[in-house]
C-alpha cells in the first residue's frame, strides 16, 4: 500500500511553501518493535510548526532536515502496532507527519489514547487538545489570571488565542483580544463575549490600551514583534505577560531584535515568561476535567477552519500563517 505524505524540500521564504515542499508517495513502512503506524483522519495545523521550516538552531526544536517529511500533529487510528500499550482500532493523537499514515514511537511522539466516545472528535484538536492546555497553562498559571483582572490577548481569533480568550472569561477576567481585521473583531465579540477588541491591521494598538483604566494585568502573547512593544508600557504594575509564542518572527531566518520596550519590563515590574506545553504533556490529566466540563457546558467552544485532502495541505496551512481562519485550522484526510 502507498503513502503519500509532504516533503521538505528546501526551506521556504515568507510563504512560498508550494516551492519549497511536495507531496510524495512511497510504500508503507514496516512497523519495527516499539512503534505504532496510525491512519491520519486530520491533520492539526500550527503555527509552531513554521520554525522548524528555517534554518535557525536556536529554537525549541532543531530545524527539520532538507528532505524530512513535514512533521506535525495527526489524529486518527491504529491500524498495525508493535507496542504493548497500544492496539489495532486505538484513537490517537501525537506528533507524526503531514501524511496519510505516520510511522510514530510513541514515547517520542508524545501520542496518546484519546477518548473516542465524545460527538466532535476533532475537539480532540480543539477545546481537548495541546492548544487548549497551552491557553489553560498561560492563563491560569503563568499569568495567574484572577476574576476581576485585565486580560489581554493576540491572535484571539485563532486557536490558542481562542482558548486563552474563553478560560479568561470562564475565571472572570475582562477579556481585551487583539485580531486582524473588523470580521474577526465582530466575531469574537459577538460570539466569545470578549468585552474589547482591538484590529491591529487599523487601531492604534498603544493609543487603545493607554486608555484601559488601571493597564493590563495580564498579557497571553502569541505574536511578539511591535504589537509586544505597543502592549509593555500598557501593563499594570506587577502585570505578567505569558510568552506564548511569537508568530510575527517564525519565518526568519535569523533572530530578530527587541523587544524595544524591554525598558517597561524594570519600570512596571513585570514578569515575562516563556512556556511550551510539549514540557507538560504528562499534566494533562489535571487539565482535562476542567476543560471536558466547560465543554459540556458550551463554555469551552472552537470552530474549525476545516480543508479536505492531503493534496490541499498547503492551502491550509498558508491559510494560518495568513490569519485567513477563524478558529483551529485542520485537514480531513479520511478517504
Ligand atoms: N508555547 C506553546 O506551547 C504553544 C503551543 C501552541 C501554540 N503556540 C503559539 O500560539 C500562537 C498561535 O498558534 P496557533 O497554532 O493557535 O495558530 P492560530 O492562532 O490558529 O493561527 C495563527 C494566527 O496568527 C495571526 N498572525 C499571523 N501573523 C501575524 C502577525 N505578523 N501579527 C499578528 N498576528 C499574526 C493570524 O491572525 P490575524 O488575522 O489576527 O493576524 C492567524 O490566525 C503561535 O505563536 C504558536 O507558536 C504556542
Request: net charge negative; aromatic share 8%; charged share 25%.
Amino acid at each position: 500500500m502507498q503513502n503519500r505524505y509532504w516533503r521538505l524540500n528546501r526551506y521556504p521564504q515568507g510563504i512560498d511553501f508550494d516551492q519549497a515542499l511536495s507531496l510524495e508517495s512511497e510504500p508503507l513502512p514496516p512497523v519495527s518493535e516499539g512503534e505504532v503506524l496510525i491512519r491520519a483522519d486530520w491533520l492539526s495545523m500550527d503555527a509552531g510548526t513554521r520554525m522548524w521550516m528555517t534554518p535557525r538552531t536556536d529554537g525549541y526544536q532543531p530545524p527539520l532536515p532538507l528532505g524530512a517529511k513535514m512533521a506535525g500533529l495527526c489524529l486518527g487510528r491504529v491500524v498495525e502496532t508493535a507496542h504493548p500499550d497500544f492496539e489495532k482500532g486505538d484513537l490517537v493523537r501525537g506528533f507524526g507527519q503531514w501524511a496519510e499514515y505516520s510511522l510514530i514511537k510513541p514515547e517520542l511522539a508524545g501520542a496518546a489514547k484519546i477518548d473516542a466516545s465524545i460527538d466532535d472528535l476533532r475537539q480532540h484538536f480543539g477545546v481537548l487538545g495541546m492548544n487548549a492546555w497551552t491557553a489553560y497553562v498561560g492563563i491560569t498559571e503563568i499569568g495567574q489570571a484572577k476574576a476581576g483582572q485585565t486580560v489581554l490577548v493576540s491572535a484571539a481569533a485563532g486557536a490558542t488565542g481562542l482558548l486563552a480568550c474563553q478560560i479568561a472569561r470562564n475565571i472572570g477576567c475582562q477579556v481585551i483580544g487583539i485580531a486582524g481585521g473588523p470580521e474577526k473583531c465582530k466575531f469574537l465579540k459577538e460570539r466569545y463575549d470578549v468585552a474589547q477588541t482591538i484590529d491591529y491591521r487599523r487601531d492604534n494598538i498603544e493609543e487603545v490600551l493607554g486608555k484601559v483604566e488601571g493597564g493590563v494585568h495580564v498579557y497571553f502573547d502569541n505574536v511578539g514583534g511591535p504589537i509586544l512593544d505597543a502592549v509593555l508600557p500598557n501593563m499594570a504594575l506587577y502585570g505578567r505577560i505569558a510568552l506564548c509564542g511569537l508568530i510575527s518572527t517564525y519565518d526568519r531566518d535569523k533572530p530578530s531584535a527587541g523587544p524595544m520596550r524591554f525598558d517597561q519590563i524594570l519600570m512596571r515590574r513585570l514578569t515575562v515568561t516563556g512556556f511550551f506545553i510539549p514540557d507538560s504533556l504528562e499534566r494533562s490529566v489535571e487539565f482535562m476535567p476542567r476543560l471536558r466540563a466547560w465543554m459540556d457546558t458550551g463554555q469551552l467552544t472552537m470552530p474549525f477552519d476545516q480543508t479536505t485532502g492531503i493534496e490541499n495541505v498547503l492551502r491550509a496551512y498558508s491559510r494560518m500563517i495568513t490569519g485567513k481562519n477563524i478558529g483551529k485550522v485542520i485537514v480531513d484526510v479520511r478517504d
